[in-house]
T-cell receptor, first 114, second 113 residues
Framework: ETGVTQTPRHLVMGMTNKKSLKCEQH?????MYWYKQSAKKPLELMFV???????ENNSVPSRFSPECPNSSHLFLHLHTLQPEDSALYLC?????????????FGPGTRLLVL | GENVEQHPSTLSVQEGDSAVIKCTYS??????FPWYKQELGKRPQLIID?????GEKKDQRIAVTLNKTAKHFSLHITETQPEDSAVYFC????????????FGSGTQLTVLP
């Protein structure tokens, strides 16, 4: 499955580090999403971009900073994270930003904050 | 607040039996209800969805039913096979945002051979 790719697949970082997660979609979609998946908890939507414009920001702490330079790429910049931020971060894309569009997920980045 | 409750959190069935997972939602304006399957170590994938103008939808061994009055919807898997073992997530729209899905907490389905 290569429609939505994410790098790195695994990341360990200290609380003072700065790192970035990358997502790329090869489906010609116009909307991209960041989700956080923690154990035993529902998927949490973090950000939505439609045509490179941020259209949703679900009260995410400022230590997470998204960037969408074009409709194919999405980044999540991380700085001064906390151990509770350890989770699987999933990127998704859809043809448009309407919620009834099927969202295609990437494989995720497993993040561990020490 | 608006949320989606999913039950059970774990479900084990014998191969060939049926499995049912139920979700309830609080927002009466919700109008789109997808189900995602996530196999161990893999990404979530949409398996079926239903819109509020439909009461039931089937796709081979998978079906989803929606009761708008009671605000619940269910996933039904018949003739289960070991490859059906996965975590299943339901989701529903929020009336406050046309672009947001609220997900249930997931059901770990194990099909025993």
């Amino acid at each position: 499955e290569t429609g939505v790719t994410q790098t790195p697949r695994h990341l360990v970082m200290g609380m003072t580090n700065k790192k970035s997660l990358k997502c790329e979609q090869h489906l010609g979609h116009n909307a991209m999403y960041w989700y956080k998946q923690s154990a035993k908890k529902p998927l949490e939507l973090m950000f939505v971009y439609s045509l490179e414009e941020r259209v949703e920001n679900n009260s995410v702490p400022s230590r997470f900073s998204p960037e969408c330079p074009n409709s194919s790429h999405l980044f999540l910049h991380l700085h001064t994270l906390q151990p509770e931020d350890s989770a699987l971060y999933l990127c998704a894309s859809s043809q448009g930003a309407a919620v009834q569009e099927t969202q295609y997920f990437g494989p995720g980045t497993r993040l561990l904050v020490l | 607040g608006e949320n989606v409750e999913q039950h059970p959190s774990t479900l084990s069935v014998q191969e060939g039996d049926s499995a049912v997972i139920k979700c309830t939602y609080s927002d009466s304006a919700s109008n789109y209800f997808p189900w995602y399957k996530q196999e161990l170590g893999k990404r979530p994938q949409l398996i079926i969805d239903i819109r509020s103008n439909v009461g039931e939808k089937k796709d081979q061994r998978i079906a989803v039913t929606l009761n708008k009055t009671a605000k619940h919807f269910s996933l039904h898997i018949t003739e289960t096979q070991p490859e059906d073992s996965a975590v299943y997530f339901c989701a529903a729209t929020l009336s406050g945002s046309a672009r947001q899905l609220t997900f249930g907490s997931g059901t770990q389905l194990t099909v025993l051979p």
